[in-house]
Nanobody
Framework: QVQLVESGGGLVQPGGSLRLPCAASGMNCSMYMMGWYRQTPGKQRELVAIISRGGSTSYADSAKGRFTISRDNAKNMIYLQMSSLKPEDTAVYYC?????????WGQGTQVTVSS
């Protein structure tokens, strides 16, 4: 059974940084596209960043230049490094993988950017 478990969320001041790890089990994360989405109440879940099987990355315009997605194949984990955080980055962040026939989401981790 494939599982994704996020951690690392919390309260951070504007301008601060946070790193979100996502641990994968039941799959080899180096073999599939993985990514991060986020969602705020009343809004649709939106893409933040993705990393392809080959290591190519893509970012939402709101994340470009501030967020970095990366993968550690040895630990079977991906990460989202977030810097220069803004109040509008406040959301629940979800780890995600698309294995073609199946999509799996983590349970989410809350990030709150506030002074």
């Amino acid at each position: 059974q494939v599982q994704l478990v996020e951690s690392g969320g919390g309260l951070v001041q504007p301008g601060g940084s946070l790193r979100l790890p996502c641990a994968a089990s039941g799959m080899n994360c180096s073999m599939y596209m993985m990514g991060w989405y986020r969602q705020t109440p009343g809004k649709q879940r939106e893409l933040v960043a993705i990393i392809s099987r080959g290591g190519s990355t893509s970012y939402a315009d709101s994340a470009k230049g501030r967020f970095t997605i990366s993968r550690d194949n040895a630990k079977n984990m991906i990460y989202l490094q977030m810097s220069s955080l803004k109040p509008e980055d406040t959301a629940v962040y979800y780890c995600y993988t698309n294995r073609g026939a199946a999509v799996t989401w983590g349970q989410g981790t809350q990030v709150t950017v506030s002074s």
